[in-house]
């Protein structure tokens, strides 16, 4: 099989010919249809995340990483344990796999398992052209989905999906801010106005982004960058954001999303951008602001997503399709801040 890894951190990946594997037991083995990139490539492409004032947490190789966890394949061979899978359907994997048998995976939080195999991050996921799963239940129907945009709700969309949870629930249009109108924002707004049946506000540096949520939806867009933005959030939240859902997590975001927010506010940090931020622990207790992480979605929250994708609850977001020989340049647009929307690859 064909395979792009990441051979050294920070490098450009290289096309390498690998063994297919074989699937036993409970395995599935998937050809790749298509597979998201996220922007959690880019940090694992360069071996770091930021977590400002100059350090940095790193993520170093333990061996050629193919990368690409929003998979999206066509069942090709199965394990002799697997019985309601069949070969030539089509699903998307749920990548957050963990070791099975601790209190978080038998309590629905594998994918804070310490001990895991996630796929595209520690064993080999869509940037090759087949994909090994390890049982039937981390695969999902995606309905009359694109073929580009589906391996997207396994990472974007799940993450969307568990933070918008975390943050809510939403009794009105400006009772949300999401913060971020690149890809991941865009699905957000789709995910909230399908699942609450609401029409946020959005946040973002870039007009051309910000004209695009708009017209995706969005009740009011406003352009962080520019003078004037924390009073404009203060005015159409009436004094203050019930909830926001940072998909950014910049200092300068995150920064501006505290402030913003109403007491007893909500602000769900989900990006990975880097940063640090300070908070006065007195006005922390006195003003009752919550802030909460939230990294990727449990395998149950995949299941509730995934029935909302399926019967077609969801309006689709575009994705641009690209070959996977692309994956680098991709890569690279994506760290420069120039994609303006999801991007997927495919193989040949």
């Known amino acids: 099989m064909k395979a792009y890894q990441v051979v050294e951190n920070g490098k450009p990946l290289e096309k390498k010919e690998i063994e297919t594997p074989i699937p036993t037991g409970k395995e599935i083995l998937l050809k790749t249809v298509s597979c998201g990139v996220c922007h959690s490539d880019v940090h694992i492409h360069d071996g ?61 939080k594998t994918h804070y398992c310490l001990n895991n ?8 996921g869509g940037y090759g052209d087949h994909v090994l799963v390890p049982a039937e239940k981390y695969l999902f129907d995606a309905g009359n989905t694109p073929d580009s945009l589906a391996g997207s ?65 969005a009740s009011e867009v406003i352009n962080s960058s520019k003078e004037g933005a924390a009073e ?15 998909f950014v997590g910049a200092e300068q975001s995150v920064n501006l999303g505290y402030q913003c927010l109403a007491k007893g506010g909500t602000i769900v940090v ?10 006065p622990l007195p006005l922390l207790t006195l003003t009752e602001k919550k802030i909460l992480g939230s990294y990727v979605g449990s395998l149950g929250e995949m299941e509730e997503l995934m029935k909302l994708v ?13 070959n996977v020989s692309e994956a680098n340049k991709t890569l690279e647009e994506m760290k420069n801040g120039e994609l303006l929307g999801l991007v997927s690859l495919t193989h040949d």
């Open 117 to 124: 195999s996630n796929l595209g991050i520690n064993v080999s």
């Open 310 to 322: 399926a019967a077609g609850k969801i309006e689709p977001v575009e994705v641009e399709s690209r």
């Open 48 to 108: 770091y995340f930021d977590l400002g004032a100059d350090m940095k947490l790193p993520m170093p190789l333990a061996e050629p990483l193919t990368m690409g966890h929003e998979i999206f394949g066509e069942v090709v061979s199965v394990g002799d344990e697997v019985n309601s899978v069949k070969v030539g359907e089509r699903y998307v994997a749920y990548p957050w796999i963990g070791c099975g048998d601790c209190e978080l995976c038998n309590t629905d």
């Open 270 to 279: 989900v990006g990975l951008f880097g940063g640090q931020i300070t908070i």
């Open 232 to 246: 404009k959030l203060m005015e159409v939240t009436n004094g203050g954001a019930n909830a926001i859902v940072d």
């Open 153 to 217: 709700y396994a990472c974007r969309g799940l993450t969307a999906f568990s933070a918008l949870k975390k943050a809510g629930p939403f009794s009105k249009d400006n009772s949300l801010v999401i913060v971020s109108a690149g890809g991941l924002g865009l699905l957000a707004l789709k995910i909230a106005r399908a699942a609450y049946g609401i029409n946020p506000i959005v946040i973002d540096i870039d007009d051309e982004k910000l004209k695009v949520a708009k017209d995706l939806g």
